[in-house]
């Protein structure tokens, strides 16, 4: 299993850099919130390309359980149109089917993108959508259905040349809250 542990949120210059640790054994991503070690999930914003959208992560605590909350607000002004928290992967199975996510929210639809070998260009990502509630749910999605962003890229993502996942609140005007608790291969 690999184990991915949360401590605390170091903000610089608008970007938040979230500690963890990753041990790749079986193929699986736990989010437990502790330890740290060079691995880190990290937020951004269209503001990177000019875009307007803003918001944060945080990593909070409810009834003993830690997750890391996205919140802001997106905007398509002035070309933009998303906020993401991002965390890169390695070391993944070859048999792997999909990531399994605990999650709530504000009833929005969200986004997983999947970045591998293959993305070279910044613009580049495979996506599954999700639809949030405000109760804690698990969403399974199978790495067979994601959507390539480029006919460039392969048609089905090779699990172990995956190095990055993200969560995104992407391309429509709206308030984005998304809690993360878990995220794990299957």
Known sequence: MISVRLPH????FHTVFVAMVLNATAGELEMNYTNTTDYGWVFFSDQVMGGQSKGEAQVLSEAGNQFIRLKGIVTTANNGGFIQI?????GLEK?????SLKVRGNGQRYYVFIRTSGTMLPWQYYKADFLSKPEWIEV??????????????????RPDSIKSIGIVAFGRDHKALIDVASLRFF
């Open 9 to 12: 949120v170091v903000v610089w």
């Open 86 to 90: 991002r965390t890169s992967v390695a």
């Open 95 to 99: 048999n792997l089917k999909g990531i």
């Open 140 to 157: 399974n999605l199978e790495l067979k259905n994601f959507i390539p962003s480029s006919a460039w890229l392969r048609k089905t993502i």
